[in-house]
């Protein structure tokens, strides 16, 4: 018999304390003020990945509209901003600054009475009659519904870079485990940013702006978008069509193909330009690097598709993550009966995980969703759906409807958005 403490009869379970996780608490603490609800992050709080990734990479404003947040209002985070007077971005299309979206999520958190996540990093997850049993760093849950906003994924790791693993610390890094706050000065280092994403873009800023040669190596031509994804993916103009194809394996596509590769924004090529003027920055755009090794001072030496090489102080690797259900461990013992396409789970339209009182956000609920599922824009979506399914209100619409009876198991994913 287990002695690990045991919470009694929670009712949902949130996996994550991300922006998806706070979403789905504050949409479900709206709809339903006494709906039990506990959240579990390893953190023991919410939103600290997501503010380590922007302070890290010295991110001062998001790239998504300030219509896309956790709460259920579109307007809810524009109102905060103008009733505080806090800064505005002053970027094209008036995204929030990080700073503002951070208190706004405070304030959604303090506003709602939202517990603090309960500190443990999920290791099993367990069918127990019709509900579930959690185990978190030992501590065992009970709930009757899951929602799974851990966003896992596998990084994107280019094979060149598997010589350079185990090499002098600090010579590869990986994105996001790049801390700009803790490399104050880079004055005489060389620095190669592998991506054409903003992420890549804005460590390639931070590099230069500390005094770093940086090279920017972009497999393709830099390519410009206001927004990582088509606005048209917003509304019915593209997922009109995707709603209604059955198969899940075009729906994979054609998300993978509206997300494309990484893109900037106009103004982040402005910047990029001036770097390049200054010769703070150089563009290899449209190359690959075919071989990577260290050289005998202890720096990196990439060979490109060019026949050109580079030498580096320090190697970043902005290149991006992709999706993987398989990635949730804990998720093990219940994906098998759950179908998925290219790691991503074929979910019904309330994003529930094959027969299991489970449900899914973030980038796991693309094949749904469309390609924007893994945005703010998709936390607000998600959490809708969730929400009406576990409890019948539609936030939305501000209206109370049936809950529906659970899916099929023969009918994954059916009926329109
Ligand atoms: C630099 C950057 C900037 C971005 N800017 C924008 C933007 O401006 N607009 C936009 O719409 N999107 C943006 N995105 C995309 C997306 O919104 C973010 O990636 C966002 O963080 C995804 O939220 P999430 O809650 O799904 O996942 P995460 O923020 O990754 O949160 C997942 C949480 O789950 C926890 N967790 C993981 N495993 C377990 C487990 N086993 N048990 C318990 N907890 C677990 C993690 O610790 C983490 O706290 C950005 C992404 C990046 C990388």
């Not at 709930?143 to 094979?159: E, G, K, Y």
């Not at 990577?292 to 320090?314: R, Y």
């Not at 893994?374 to 998600?382: E, I, S």
Request: aromatic share 4%; net charge neutral.
């Amino acid at each position: 018999m287990s002695t690990s403490p045991t919470i009694a009869a929670k009712k949902v379970c949130i996996l994550g304390a991300g922006p998806h996780g706070l979403a789905a608490a504050i949409h479900l603490r709206r709809a339903d003020p006494d709906l039990d609800v506990v959240t579990v992050d390893p953190s023991g709080e919410w939103l600290t990945g997501w503010h380590e990734q922007f302070a890290r990479a010295e991110i001062d404003a998001l790239r998504s509209p300030i219509v896309h947040h956790p709460a259920p209002g579109p307007y809810e985070l524009s109102d905060f901003v103008a009733e505080r007077h806090l800064p505005r971005s002053g970027l094209p299309y008036d995204p929030p600054t990080a700073v503002a979206f951070g208190s706004f999520c405070h304030e959604l958190v303090a506003a709602g009475r939202l517990a603090a996540p309960l500190a443990g990093r999920v290791e099993d997850v367990r069918r127990e009659g019709r509900g579930l049993r959690i185990l978190a760093d030992g501590t065992e849950i009970r709930a009757d519904h899951l929602v799974v906003a851990t966003n896992p994924h596998r990084r994107s790791i280019p094979d060149w870079v598997w010589p350079l693993l185990g090499s002098r610390p600090g010579l590869i890094a990986y994105g996001s485990d790049v801390d700009l706050r803790a490399t104050p000065d880079l004055g005489g280092r060389r620095v190669v940013v592998v991506g054409g994403g903003l992420t890549a873009a804005h460590l390639a800023c931070g590099a230069a702006s500390r005094g770093a040669d940086v090279q920017l190596v972009t497999r393709r031509a830099l390519e410009t978008r206001d927004f990582d994804t088509d606005p048209g993916w917003l509304g019915p103009r593209f997922l009109h069509a995707f709603d209604n194809d059955d198969d899940p394996a075009n729906r994979l596509r054609t998300a993978l193909d509206a997300r494309g590769g990484g893109t900037i924004p106009p103004w982040m090529r402005t910047q990029l330009d001036a770097l390049a003027d200054r010769g703070h920055l150089t563009r290899n755009e449209g190359r690959h690097i075919r071989a990577a090794d260290v050289g005998p001072d202890g720096s990196c030496v990439l060979a490109l598709d060019d026949q050109t090489t580079l030498l580096a102080d320090h190697v970043w690797l902005a290149t991006g993550t992709t999706p993987d259900i398989g990635a949730a461990r804990c998720l093990a013992g219940l994906v098998a009966d759950a179908p998925a396409v290219g790691g991503l789970p074929v979910t019904d339209e309330n994003l529930r995980l094959g027969p299991h009182p489970v449900h899914v956000m973030g980038r796991l609920a693309m094949l749904t969703l469309g390609p924007a599922a893994g945005n703010l824009w998709g936390a607000q979506r998600a959490a809708m759906r969730i929400t009406q399914a576990l409890t019948g209100v539609d936030l939305q619409h501000r209206s109370v409807v049936p809950v529906p009876p659970p899916p099929q198991r023969s009918g994954p994913r059916s009926g329109r958005r």
